[in-house]
């Protein structure tokens, strides 16, 4: 069985300006099903662009990336589109809900775009219960901790039944208690129930966790504990 991600020779170069910048510099990569895999690196080393090349947010200019054995690069908008909404969950550090809605309006909002059916409640409400929610259904986020919020954001990435959840600094707003309980929860979902988890930090005692780790610096690989 092929990888679930494999990425070869991938480079991406930014204009700033006049300014040249080479975010990406020939990154290879493979990642299995299942596993639970921490890309580390300080601000500016690469890895947010990675994150949204492996999300199809954005496009390489060179290289190859095999999703699922097919390569991405050959997709045209729409099925870039369809993988997002249907194969990859989205976690971002700024939790990203809805201020005026509930938390569970903002878990099933996906399903608004991907398509509603009569599981879709029951879905959300097992997805509460599952990240230790329970009660806060009706909760607006201003209701909610922080530690709390990135629990529904992950939940509302859970949704659509992703087989890949992308998580971008998802402990970044968070005090070291709560960004210890966003990691290991993480780190659950992928030995617990099958998840291929990616998540980027900059941050070492978040991902301390992780089995699997890579440290980027100018746009490459490097040791993971020399990236700080």
Known sequence: MSPLI???GLSKTY??????????????????????????????SGK??????????D????????LEGVEVGGLDDEELAAIRSRRIGFVFQNFNLL??????????????????????????????????LRGCGQNHPNQLSGGQQQRVAIARALINRPAILLADEPTGNLDSTNATVISSLLKSLATDYG??????????????????????????FVEAGAVA
């Open 15 to 44: 204009m700033l300006g006049e300014i040249e910048v080479r975010a990406l510099r020939g990154i290879d990569l493979k990642i299995e099903r299942g596993e639970f895999v921490a890309i580390m690196g300080a601000s500016g």
């Open 99 to 132: 201020s005026r809605t509930s938390a569970i309006e903002n878990i099933e909002l996906p399903l608004f775009y991907s398509g509603w059916n009569h599981e879709s409640e029951k879905r959300a409400t097992e997805l509460l219960e599952l990240l230790g």
């Open 48 to 57: 947010t662009t990675l994150m949204n090349i492996l999300g199809c947010l």
């Open 6 to 8: 494999e990425i070869t």
């Open 59 to 66: 496009r390489p200019d060179a290289g190859t990336y095999l």
């Open 195 to 220: 998840k291929t988890v990616i998540m980027v930090s900059h941050d070492a005692k978040a991902v301390e966790v992780f089995p699997i780790m890579y440290g980027m610096r100018d746009g490459r």
